[in-house]
């Protein structure tokens, strides 16, 4: 496969883009090779400049559930965009997004929309502390918040991947009100409430996804929400992955169990830059105009954006059922990956929560950060180049998840699934 012109296009991004790239994990560093330059997007494709077509498991990192250019949100965005690209006040479309966003989760009466997830989780963090009048909050290993300061720390994906976890540029100061547990394992969060008296909430992505993917155990999430209650700290569950991807109805609907606040972004955008944070209507309260946590944002709750967004997720709740068709796919998929790669003695693990999906080339299951950091990176790296050569576009580090979208058919999940028997048997016989 010729890829000189990405080759040549990534040379000239290095000269003026630090690494190349606007958000580091794009630069391929943790595969190797040079990224592709995309040209377009077409249902389940992406063509770069050098004529080549993928199949795309990536979907610009979780947001395009329905594949590019969905003919139902393009129109949307057109029709949008007629209107005024901004207006810096209020519009019907982001009540409208508001009361759709509200219908999908029993946790949150209210909700405010920003533009990023790094926002939505900054701002709920603040939120919190807000609310409780506390300082200190709690984040597990390997969970990824957007990088905002009090957050970098142990955070999965690029962060692990460049194995720098706390940043340079984040004062120590700003990081010490941040206390670190395992995932999984609740002893490590009775240990941080037994060391401050001053945590204000324990964040957590429900269904990690920036690690691979590691859902959370039920039981733990439910002891999560004990000691939460027990010391009066709020609880946020972090779904700008994992909403409207792992569940239509967010990780309360699998888990049961039931954030204070719960920040999205992704999917909630269908391609626009969107993120959002609700919580209970008291909680809420708190949020400036209304009360005195200050929040804004010039470009927030911006029309082309809501647009985007009310179109995506106004389909997705008119087809409802489709989950479990991605689900199934989703299944079906690492299935038949996981067989593909024992025949050639590779043992794999594997999970899939609606249209996510996780695999680690690694001997045991992963419950944590530390059992996804054993994973075989050389293999995955190997398995990335591979099926790339082959046409299928995954995520360029074993730290991410895969997403299906409704464009990828059954016909193209058995052909990835007959792929990756061929890249098998190349890497075991190489
Ligand atoms: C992607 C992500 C973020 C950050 O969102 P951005 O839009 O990239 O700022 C925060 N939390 C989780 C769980 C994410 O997956």
């Not at 982001?94 to 939505?120: M, P, Y």
């Not at 899939?352 to 995955?380: H, I, T």
Request: net charge negative; glycine share 10%; proline share 4%.
């Amino acid at each position: 496969m010729n890829r000189d012109a990405s080759i040549k296009a990534f040379e000239e991004a290095q000269r003026l883009i630090p690494g190349g790239v606007n958000s580091p994990v794009r630069a391929f560093k943790s595969v190797g090779g040079t990224p592709i330059f995309i040209t377009e997007g077409e249902g389940a494709y992406l063509s770069d400049v050098d004529g080549n077509r993928y199949v795309d498991f990536v979907q610009s990192w979780g947001p395009l559930i329905f594949g590019h250019r969905d003919e139902t949100i393009e129109k949307a965005v057109i029709e949008a965009v007629k209107h005024g690209l901004s207006f810096g006040a209020p519009t019907q479309a982001e009540t409208d997004l508001a009361k759709l966003v509200v219908s999908f989760f029993d946790s949150i009466d209210k909700v405010r929309f920003v533009s990023s997830g790094t926002e939505a989780v900054m701002s709920a963090i603040r939120l919190a502390r807000g609310f409780t009048g506390r300082d200190d909050i709690v984040k597990f290993t390997g969970c990824y918040h957007g990088h905002s300061d009090s957050l970098l720390v142990q955070a999965g994906s690029g962060a692990a991947t460049f194995g720098n976890p706390s940043s340079p540029g984040v004062p120590a100061d700003f990081t010490k009100h941040t206390l670190l547990a395992t995932y999984n394992d609740i002893e490590s969060v009775k240990k941080c409430f037994a060391d401050s008296k001053d945590i204000a909430c324990v964040i957590i992505e429900p269904i990690a996804g920036n690690m691979g993917l590691v859902p959370a155990d039920k039981e733990f999430l439910a002891q999560l929400r004990e000691l939460c209650d027990a010391n009066g700290s709020l609880l946020i569950f972090d779904e700008v992955m994992s909403g409207f991807r792992a569940s239509l109805y967010g990780a309360e609907s699998i888990t049961g169990v039931k954030p204070d606040i719960l920040t999205l972004g992704k999917v909630i955008g269908g391609g626009m830059p969107v993120g959002a944070f609700g919580a209970r209507a008291e909680i809420m309260a708190m949020l400036s105009p209304d009360g005195p946590v200050y929040q804004a944002g010039t470009l927030s709750g911006n029309p082309v954006a809501m647009a985007a967004g009310l179109a995506s997720l106004t389909k997705l709740k008119q087809n409802a059922p489709v989950m479990a068709v991605l689900e199934a796919r989703a299944k079906r998929l690492v299935e038949g990956m996981r067989e593909a790669a024992k025949e050639y003695g590779i043992i794999m693990q594997t999970d899939v929560r609606g249209s996510m999906f996780g695999f680690f080339f690694n001997e045991k299951p992963v419950k944590n950060f530390a059992d996804a950091a054993a994973s075989d990176a050389q293999l995955f790296a190997k398995f990335h180049s591979g099926m790339l050569d082959e046409g299928y576009y995954f995520a360029c580090s074993l730290y991410e998840t895969g997403f299906i979208s409704t464009a990828i058919t059954d016909e193209m999940i058995e052909s990835t699934i007959e792929a990756t028997k061929r890249v098998f048997k190349a890497i075991t016989n190489g």
